[in-house]
C-alpha cells in the first residue's frame, strides 16, 4: 500500500512539471544592463543568458526635464507602448534584438506579451561637478522606468505585477557651449550688458547703481543680487545666426529663434546670486569687470551652477 501511494505521488509530481511551456513565475533583470538599438527600431532592453526583456516605445516618451516630485510621466501599456519577455533556445545576444533580419538562432521558445498596465518614467538630471570651481554640468538625463499593474499574457494563463523594476535608461544630453569671449557690451537706452557669439548670448539687466564710472576701492567691488527684474541674468541657445542688431532693440526680435533659455535663479544675500563690480581706471575711460557668485541657472525644472566665482566679462564705458 506504502509503494502504490508513493508511485501515486510521483506521478502528481511530474504531471505538474509542464515541459512544452516554461513556467517561471520570476522576472529580475535587476543586474542586466540596459541597452538600446541604435537603429531600425525604438526598442530598450536588457539581456540575460537566455532570456530578454523588451521595451517599445517612442523615444519622444524620454523627455530631457527632470520630473517634479511625485510627477512621472505615465504611459499605458498598449500597442503603442510594448512590453515583452522572451525566452529562447540558446544565448541571446544584442542582433537577435535589434536587426531587421536577426540571426536564425537562438530561436524564440516562449514569450509573454504585456496586455495592461502603466509605464512609469521618472527623470533626474545626471550632471558632473568640475572640482576646481564647483560648476555643474549637464551630461545626460536618467529616466527610471517601473511598471505599475503590469499583466502578462502567457501561455498558461496571465500573471500580474503590482510593481516590477525595468532600470535606468541613459540619455545624453548636449552641453551648452558657453563660448563667450569676456568682452560686454552695453544698450545706451536700456543699460543692459550682453555677451554674445553666433549662436548664444548671456544679458544682464543690470542696477545702473553697479556701473558707475568711478574706481572702486581695493577688494571693495560694488555688488548686487540677481533678481527677477533688476539684475536679471538670462542665457539664450539660438537656432539660427546671431548677430549684435539682435540686441538693444524696443521689442525682442523673433529671429532668430530661442531653442533654450535660462534664467537665473533669485540671489540670497551673502550666500548666492551675487553680483560683483570692480571698476578701474582704463585710458580716457573705466574697466567695469563683473563676477557672478554662486549664481545658478534654470529652465523648468532644470537647473545647473555657473560655480563659486564665474567672470561674467569686462565693460569699458568712457566719461
Known amino acids: 500500500m506504502k509503494r502504490v501511494a508513493s508511485l501515486l505521488v510521483l506521478a502528481l509530481l511530474f504531471n505538474s512539471c509542464d515541459d512544452g511551456n516554461l513556467t517561471l513565475e520570476t522576472i529580475d533583470f535587476s543586474t542586466a544592463t540596459t541597452q538600446k538599438c541604435t537603429t531600425n527600431n525604438n526598442i530598450i532592453y536588457k539581456l540575460k543568458e537566455k532570456e530578454s526583456l523588451l521595451l517599445d ?5 524620454f523627455v530631457n526635464e527632470p ?77 527610471n522606468i517601473v511598471f505599475k499593474n503590469i499583466t502578462f499574457a502567457k501561455s498558461s494563463g496571465t500573471q500580474v505585477y503590482e510593481t516590477f523594476a525595468f532600470g535606468d535608461y541613459v540619455t545624453s544630453a548636449t ?18 550688458i550682453y555677451d554674445n557669439n553666433s549662436s548664444e548670448a548671456l544679458t544682464l539687466d543690470i542696477d545702473p547703481t553697479l556701473i558707475v564710472n568711478s574706481a572702486t576701492p581695493l577688494n571693495t567691488p560694488r555688488t548686487g543680487l540677481i533678481s527677477a527684474t533688476v539684475n536679471k541674468l538670462t542665457y539664450r541657445l539660438f537656432s539660427g545666426l546671431l548677430t549684435s542688431s539682435y540686441f538693444c532693440t524696443s521689442t525682442v526680435p523673433t529671429t532668430p529663434a530661442i531653442s533654450e533659455e535660462w534664467i537665473a535663479v533669485a540671489g540670497v ?11 578701474t581706471s582704463f585710458g580716457t575711460g573705466f574697466k567695469h569687470t563683473i563676477v557672478l557668485k554662486n549664481v545658478t541657472m534654470k529652465k523648468g525644472n532644470n537647473d545647473f551652477k555657473l560655480g563659486d566665482s564665474y567672470l561674467y566679462g569686462e565693460l569699458l564705458t568712457t566719461n
Open 57 to 61: 516605445i517612442p523615444e519622444s516618451s
Open 67 to 143: 520630473s517634479l516630485v511625485d510627477t512621472p510621466v505615465l504611459l499605458d501599456i498598449n500597442t503603442t507602448n510594448r512590453v515583452v519577455y522572451r525566452f529562447y533556445d540558446g544565448t541571446v545576444a544584442s542582433p537577435t534584438i535589434c536587426e531587421s533580419i536577426p540571426p536564425a538562432t537562438p530561436i524564440v521558445t516562449d514569450q509573454w506579451t504585456a496586455i495592461a498596465g502603466k509605464i512609469q518614467i521618472f527623470t533626474t538630471a545626471v550632471k558632473t561637478t568640475n572640482a576646481t570651481d564647483n560648476s555643474t554640468k549637464i551630461t545626460g538625463y536618467s529616466h
Open 175 to 192: 552641453s551648452l557651449p558657453f563660448g563667450f569671449d569676456k568682452t560686454l557690451e552695453q544698450c545706451p537706452t536700456s543699460k543692459q
Open 269 to 279: 544675500s551673502n550666500v548666492s546670486g551675487i553680483i560683483e563690480v570692480t571698476t
